[in-house]
């Protein structure tokens, strides 16, 4: 006979099953209506890979192709506080709630092309509507994020695409409201406080440039917050208490993700096409879905053989989420140049071309922009942090003893300490393909 204890200890677990899959497998999705509006249409496959390429003049190539007069028509968004917690690296990963195995359930998170639906700002983990933009019949009328695979971009999490491009969007117009007399702009914690503090910016900077500046300046600050999210979790922060996400944090397409996130909303925001919520998301999903096309995005049966290609190199298929040790490849390009791992450079792998590819294509790198116009861009808009509890009980290594504050300037530092806490437990260069 079942005790009076054993029913709310079932439902606890079926409950938290159920969330820590959501978390772990991409964004749930639930019914919902929205009225539609037409697709954007598409950048070219030149326009995105100058973008993603021309350094500093990246705003500036976006604006040439769509040039308009006056300022920016920036639309003022909410902050966009709920993440879209996405993804484990792997493929038909196997799962355990504390030491007893899940049975009958594997996480299959790769997407292709037609699989990662139409873009919702600030999705977060469950989205309740569709997305206002139309889609082709098929396709998903939501979101569904997970990881990609592309000839010349390696793996893509489109959840890290899509919220670091949603808060370059969210900071530009902050940042640039507080362009003349500075100003803070107070975010949502994040394994403690955050703060991007704006100083104003030198009068003879004309209005255009002032527009361009703030898109820079979004732009940097959100990378290096997206830094700090990777930091943050590989020291106990969980989206979703109370499930751990060390797993996945620094993984090998994270940075490459977030970075070309917010390049692409830079851009966007360059470009002066949108002037609401509905019209940001239908351009945003034309962009999103044209870079992945200019990075040479293959089929979802192609990137799980992509995905199967690294297994026991990349990550562990014996062992099960959320055990940190499933991602035994980390990647830390915080600064300057960040390019992706093609499954090509795997050590001791001789593969020709990953499946999909046509023959080895040249990766395109992405580039940190920490400066516009000659002025640094963190002079002017810079990120404060404060560590939370949490973080300082998980072993946070202060740069400087107790002091909880915590500046980007101080994330090289941290960053060597996670390098050398990943190679002692993994054994060897674990931050090399």
């Known amino acids: 006979m079942m005790s009076v204890r054993a029913q709310p200890l079932r439902s606890t677990v079926f409950v938290a099953c159920a969330i820590f899959c959501i978390v772990l497998t991409g964004c749930t999705q639930l019914s919902g209506k929205r009225s539609r509006i037409a697709a954007a249409p598409a950048p070219t496959r030149e326009l995105l890979l100058d973008v993603m390429t021309a350094g500093d003049g990246h705003i500036r190539v976006a604006e040439q192709h769509t040039p308009q007069d006056g300022p920016l028509p920036f ?3 909410p902050e966009p506080d709920r993440l879209r917690p996405c993804c484990a690296f792997g493929y038909d990963l196997k799962v355990k709630i504390g030491a007893v195995p899940v049975p009958g359930f594997s996480m299959q998170t790769v997407r292709g092309r037609s699989d ?9 983990l469950v989205q309740f509507a569709s997305s206002p933009v139309a889609h082709a019949p098929g396709q998903p009328s939501r979101e569904s994020n997970g990881i990609a695979y592309t000839c010349r971009g390696g793996f893509i999490d489109t959840a890290h695409l899509r919220d670091y491009a949603d808060l370059t969007a969210y900071l530009a117009p902050q940042i640039r409201a507080r362009l003349d007399g500075g100003g803070d702009i107070v975010l949502a914690d994040q394994g403690g406080t955050r703060t991007v503090r704006v100083r104003p910016l030198p009068r003879a900077v004309s209005g255009r440039e002032r527009d361009a500046f703030s898109i820079a300046a979004a732009e940097w600050t959100t990378f290096e917050l997206s830094v700090w999210r990777e930091i943050a979790t590989w020291y106990g922060h969980e989206t979703v208490p109370p499930w751990p996400e060390k797993i996945s944090s620094f993984s090998i397409e994270d940075l490459y993700s977030n970075l070309l996130g917010t390049r692409l909303a830079g851009a966007l925001l360059a470009t002066r096409t949108f002037r609401n919520e509905a019209e940001y998301d239908s351009a945003m ?13 293959v089929s979802q049966q192609a990137a799980a053989d992509a995905m199967k290609a690294v297994a026991g190199l990349w990550w562990d298929p014996q062992r099960k989420v959320p055990d940190w040790k499933v991602l035994r490849r980390r990647k830390f390009d915080i600064y300057g140049t960040v390019p992706p791992w093609l499954i090509e450079s795997a050590s001791g792998r001789t593969v020709d071309a990953a499946p999909g590819c046509d023959g080895h294509q040249e990766p395109v790198v992405l580039h940190t922009i920490d400066r516009l116009g000659g002025i640094t861009i963190r002079d002017v808009a810079s990120v404060e ?12 290594p202060f740069p400087r003893g107790g002091d909880r504050h915590i500046t980007p300037g101080d994330f090289p530092t941290i960053v060597d300490a996670i390098r050398r806490e990943t190679s002692r437990a993994l054994g060897g260069p674990a931050d090399h393909p």
């Open 385 to 396: 942090l404060v560590v939370s509890d949490k973080l300082a009980s998980h072993g946070f």
């Open 285 to 297: 999903s034309a962009w999103i879905d044209a870079a992945l096309d200019a990075l040479g995005i």
């Open 75 to 77: 639309f003022v968004p």
């Open 116 to 124: 990662i639906g139409q873009h919702s700002y600030g999705a977060g």
